[in-house]
């Protein structure tokens, strides 16, 4: 699994996008204390219920290929031209 340039930065935002996403389909409700690796997870599980995003398979699971299935379907989400892109 190659890194991608700004990964960091592209699962702060995915984080923020997804919380937004699962929150206005009303599943789920997150508070300020929950940790990001346990949005991540859910997150993760939410994207592949809904399609967004390909399944791993369960022996690869783990919080940093979760991190970076997040931050890949960010990326595809944002133009082009983005600063994070570059």
Known sequence: ???LKNETELVKAAILVGVKYAEARGAA???ATDAASEKILYLYRLFVRDGLIQALPEDQVS???MRHKLAIW???QLPKDHPLLK
């Open 74 to 76: 960010y990326a595809n």
């Open 29 to 31: 409700k997150f508070e």
């Open 1 to 3: 699994m190659k890194k």
């Open 63 to 65: 919080q940093q290929s």
